[in-house]
């Protein structure tokens, strides 16, 4: 029986369009679940949409429409993302729905039942725009004596009757939580962060409201509504199974592998929520991963720059796998980075096109005028052609190393080390000139790089799955020979097999030098 392996995105807030820093992080997690897939695994990956609280209550009311119909059209939106970037999500989980309101309702009896959660008056600041409660000392300064969040957003003092969990309760068995795995939190940076405000003076938090209607009740209180986050994460147990703990489904894929958030909601992940699970008696998530911003040329996104970009601008100006590409390979996942009109062309053109593309496109050529359109029949190998075809078999243990702590860069450096290697070899062995001089030699060389093509063709897979299907369609890889189970010596390439005429899949980017679209 296959090994489990459950990947979330955050479920996006219905307050706005998707823009390149949802689309980011949902490709994260398509890129790891299809390369675990690929690796043998049952994946359970799924995203969603967050729909209560007060901001969309407000922002319904601006429309002069029913929250829920509100709901209903922005959650098409982000719905509408996984077609348009090839995401192969097995699931779209909203808050709206009925397994979620029973499932949150669900896991608020278990904490209640456990004396973590009690009735109080909550009086203190709160952000409507990021749907959290901000102790004094965490507010900054805005224009005009102005107080903001941590964020940077307006803040408003609130008094209201209010659950309350005892979170103050849980500092040390939130440290012990965090100590038993390093890897618990990713980056590191992110651990440390969490650990260090675990360890200052935890609060107790207010997990309910008053002053609005659009939410979860309160089992057995209905003038209360659900705190958002409380809601909100519990859809991540609601997609498993949850409250059926009993479930093929929960036992199989709870507690999930990965959850996949932005560092802004860092906390609730990694302190809230491991917190609720574990005071109602479930296991908590195996790592939380937080991962960095994107800036548009140097400018952090804004409404009043207008420089959100809008996911499928990207598709139509670049195309789907090479911005699929850029964004998990130019900067090191966790860290912030800059997407700019430069960096994806020079990505395009100098990594897709002149070193992958080039590099098949020439092989196969080769082969299609030299080899009468057939796998060539390879000879005695030399040092230099098992100098390449070891690494490439080894290749799969390298990045699968680097995707087990979602490395997902060093994971296609480690790719692109090989097709530098393959084009090199490719220079120093010149087949075109062996033709003449030694066609055995030839045969042998460019049967090398193709069983060195198929490999990483396989491997690409997770990231650009439309071009690497071409390559191996034109290595006639049948469809049950792709996944990692025939890396190595398992489904060599077979001397002799007829191959299509060989097409370039990675064509350079020729476009205009102006700004981003």
């Known amino acids: 029986m296959a090994e489990a392996y459950y990947i979330t995105t955050p479920i996006y807030y219905v307050n706005d369009k998707p823009h390149i820093g949802h689309a980011y992080t949902t490709l994260a997690c398509d890129v790891i679940a299809r390369f675990m897939r690929l690796d043998g695994y049952d994946v359970l990956f799924m995203t969603g949409t967050d729909e209560h609280g007060q901001k969309v209550e407000k922002s319904a009311h601006a429309e002069n429409t029913d929250p829920l119909a509100f709901c209903n059209r922005v959650s098409q939106n982000f719905h509408d993302l996984s077609p348009l970037l090839n995401f192969t999500n097995d699931g779209f989980i909203r808050t709206t729905e009925e397994r979620h309101t029973k499932a949150s309702q669900a896991l ?16 203190g600041w709160y952000s409507v725009r990021d749907e959290a409660y901000y102790a004094e000392d965490e507010l900054q300064d805005g224009p005009n004596g102005q107080k903001l969040s941590p964020f940077g957003s307006p803040i408003e003092w609130v008094e209201e009757p209010s659950y309350f969990f005892r979170l103050s309760q849980w500092q040390d068995r939130l440290l012990s939580y965090y100590e038993a795995d390093p890897n618990r939190i990713l980056p590191i940076s992110r651990r440390n962060e969490v650990i260090s405000f675990v360890k200052s003076e935890l609060r107790d938090l207010s997990v309910s409201r008053t002053s609005f209607r659009w939410g979860i009740p309160v089992p057995g209180d209905d003038d209360h509504i659900m705190y958002v986050w409380f809601d909100a994460l519990t859809n991540y147990i609601t997609a498993a199974g949850y409250p059926d703990t009993e479930s093929e489904r929960f036992k199989t894929f709870w507690p999930a592998n990965v959850h996949m958030v932005g560092k802004d909601i860092l906390r609730f992940h990694a ?10 008696g479930i296991e908590p998530p195996k790592r939380i991963f937080a991962h960095g911003w994107w800036t548009v040329e140097g400018q952090k996104m804004s409404k009043s720059l207008g420089n959100f970009i809008p996911p499928q601008d990207i598709v139509e100006k670049y195309g789907l796998d090479q911005a699929r590409y850029f964004m998990m390979r130019e900067l090191p996942f966790g860290n912030d980075g800059n997407f700019s009109h430069t960096a994806t062309v020079n990505r395009i053109n100098s990594d897709l096109a002149n070193d992958f593309g080039n590099l098949a496109q ?39 190393s680097h995707i087990e702590v979602q490395a997902i860069h060093l994971a296609l450096t480690a790719l692109w080390d090989l097709v530098g290697q393959a084009n090199r070899y490719v220079d120093s ?25 198929r490999h990483l063709a396989i491997l690409a897979q997770p990231v650009v799955p439309d071009a690497a299907g071409k390559m191996l369609d034109q290595l006639a890889i049948p469809q049950d020979q792709r996944d990692f189970s025939n890396l190595g010596e398992v489904n060599m390439l077979e001397p002799t097999t007829p191959l299509p005429k060989p097409q370039g899949v990675f064509p350079r980017y020729s476009g205009d030098d102006g700004a981003n679209s």
């Open 362 to 400: 020439r092989v196969l050529s080769m082969i299609n005028k030299n080899c009468k359109g057939a796998v060539p029949t390879p000879g005695l190998l030399k040092v230099d052609d098992s100098a390449l075809l070891v690494p490439a078999r080894e290749l799969v243990d390298k990045m699968r």
């Open 271 to 280: 302190v809230y929520w491991p917190a609720f699970l574990m005071s109602a």
């Open 429 to 453: 062995q010149a087949p075109w000139a062996l033709n003449k001089t030694d066609p055995e030699r030839m045969a042998t060389v460019l049967y090398v790089l193709a069983e060195v093509i």
């Open 108 to 123: 608020w009896r278990a904490v209640a039942d456990a004396g973590d959660i009690y009735l109080d008056k909550y009086a």
